[in-house]
């Protein structure tokens, strides 16, 4: 073990020991999260595993259920920082309304699949169809805009974008019933839109020559400065939730067959191969993210302005990942 990682350890320990001899609650981080699947189920292996604690803190992990939603209460104060939907909380900071962060990014691939209501074969097809959302300004807004014109479609010509609330299951729903003509389906929900055999998997957007930041951890650039060292904790923490999720596969598994996952085993496979050992932000997946808002505002905002790595490179400089995985 290095003298760095030790004397991070050792720092950490120290603190802890004050903390309890004080009888004194950890700092408590409300975080905020949207959308079932990928973030819920790494929330729930790093609580499981008593991550937060062992880190020194306490997370209380708040479910929304859109991107915009979620902004509106990282706006208000009513959350210290997102897990999810990237390009939504970037467009904060596009728009004038809050400064913020994207100081993690667990993963620079949409783990996502576009149904479509059997008939339609070709994106060309999807041409005066209705497409469900979640919200306008949400990333499932987004990424269904940067998706079309990846195809060669105006979204704002070609198609009809609905707001349709919710997550996969009422998208799934809509779509059974005819009220709706494709959406995004997270890709471990697959098996249960096939099974009704009401539509067919256009793509897997995973498989797309596409880098795109959509999971990681966005903050206020205030809470940078002002809890340092607790966010520092908290990448530290997270960073181990992504090494026991990658290498300890049961508790992900079990987790996500309690959530409902059909293939619970495949659905753990594409996450843990999307995550990334080290969630470091880079310029181009946030820039692409930064593209897909394609809002007048958001137009010529470079990545470099939106990323703070250096609490990230920190931690990897001190050793920390290298000793997860037994380098």
């Given at each position: 073990?290095?003298?760095?990682?030790?004397?991070?350890?050792?720092?950490?320990?120290?603190?802890?020991?004050?903390?309890?001899e004080a009888g004194a609650q950890y700092p408590v981080y409300r975080l905020g999260y949207s959308g079932a699947g990928i973030t819920q189920n790494l929330n729930n292996v790093i609580e499981?595993?008593?991550?937060?604690?062992k880190h020194g803190l306490d997370v209380k992990a708040i479910y929304f259920t859109s991107g915009a939603t979620m902004a509106q209460a990282l706006v208000g104060g009513d959350i210290d920082l997102t897990d999810s939907n990237i390009p939504t909380m970037l467009?904060?900071?596009?728009?004038?309304?809050?400064?913020?962060?994207?100081?993690?990014?667990?993963?620079?691939?949409?783990?996502l699949s576009f149904v479509a209501r059997k008939g339609i074969r070709t994106p060309v097809d999807l041409k005066g169809k209705k497409l469900a959302i979640s919200r306008y300004g949400s990333s499932s807004d987004f990424i269904t805009r940067l998706l079309l014109r990846y195809w060669?479609?105006?979204?704002?010509?070609?198609?009809?974008?609905?707001?349709?609330?919710?997550?996969?299951?009422?998208?799934?729903?809509?779509?059974?019933?005819?009220?709706i003509d494709g959406a995004l389906i997270g890709s471990y929900?697959?098996?249960?839109?096939?099974?009704?055999?009401?539509?067919?998997?256009?793509?897997d957007l995973e498989d797309l020559p596409i880098e795109y930041s959509r999971f990681g951890i966005v903050v206020p650039t205030a809470t940078i400065k002002s809890r340092k060292e607790q966010l520092r904790r908290y990448l530290q923490g997270y960073t181990?939730?992504?090494?026991?999720?990658?290498?300890?596969?049961?508790?992900?598994?079990?987790?996500?067959?309690?959530?409902?996952?059909?293939?619970?085993?495949?659905?753990?496979?594409?996450?843990?191969k999307a995550l990334r050992e080290y969630p470091v932000p880079e310029e181009k997946g946030v820039q692409t993210a930064l593209d897909s808002i394609g809002t007048p505002k958001s137009k010529g905002a470079?990545?470099?302005?939106?990323?703070?790595?250096?609490l990230l490179e920190e931690i990897k400089k001190s050793g920390f990942i290298d000793g997860l995985y037994g380098r």
């Open positions: 073990m290095s003298r760095t990682i030790k004397a991070l350890a050792l720092g950490t320990l120290l603190w802890l020991l004050a903390a309890n499981k595993s008593g991550l937060w604690g467009n904060l900071r596009a728009a004038g309304i809050l400064e913020v962060k994207v100081v993690a990014v667990s993963m620079n691939r949409i783990l060669k479609l105006d979204p704002d010509k070609d198609v009809a974008i609905i707001q349709a609330g919710g997550n996969d299951a009422v998208r799934i729903a809509a779509m059974v019933a005819g009220h929900d697959m098996r249960r839109i096939l099974d009704t055999g009401c539509c067919a998997n256009l793509a181990e939730g992504i090494y026991l999720y990658k290498t300890r596969p049961d508790l992900p598994i079990a987790l996500l067959k309690r959530e409902g996952v059909k293939d619970a085993e495949e659905g753990y496979k594409k996450i843990a470079e990545a470099k302005d939106f990323i703070d790595a250096s």
